[in-house]
């Protein structure tokens, strides 16, 4: 599966941002989805993930509460809607597809990976 990541950009602290990530080449609704991020001199780290039908998903501590993952399975979509952003927040935003059955938050547990999107948030 190929995906694309966008919606990146500069925004100020407190404010908004939506990513998306489009998948082609493969059935979406077969994969688990990630976003990870990867902020510079740091560790890729996971952010948020989704189950195959959207219904379960699981979110890093630091964004609870203000970050939402969602999909869209017909439209072979997911998103990152991400409220209340911090000047922490900044990295560049990857999006990941995974073969596993569960929801998982480790960079290892997922297969392909999208080209990434850059977040910057001003204080």
């Known amino acids: 599966v190929q995906l694309q990541a966008s919606g990146g950009g500069l925004v100020q602290a407190g404010g908004s941002l939506r990513l998306s990530c489009a998948a082609s080449?493969?059935?979406?609704?077969?994969?688990?989805m990630g976003w990870f991020r990867q902020a510079p001199g740091k560790e890729r780290e996971f952010v948020a993930a989704?189950?195959?039908?959207?219904?379960?998903?699981d979110y890093a501590d630091s964004v609870k509460g203000r970050f939402t993952i969602s999909r869209d399975n017909a439209k072979n979509t997911m998103y990152l809607q991400m409220n209340s952003l911090k000047p922490e927040d900044t990295a560049v935003y990857y999006c990941?597809?995974?073969?596993?059955?569960?929801?998982?938050?480790?960079?290892?547990?997922?297969?392909?990976w999208g080209q990434g999107t850059l977040v910057t948030v001003s204080s």
């Open positions: 990941a597809a995974s073969w596993r059955t569960l929801v998982v938050i480790t960079t290892v547990n997922y297969d392909y």
């Open positions: 989704v189950s195959r039908s959207g219904g379960s998903t």
């Open positions: 080449g493969r059935t979406f609704s077969n994969y688990v």
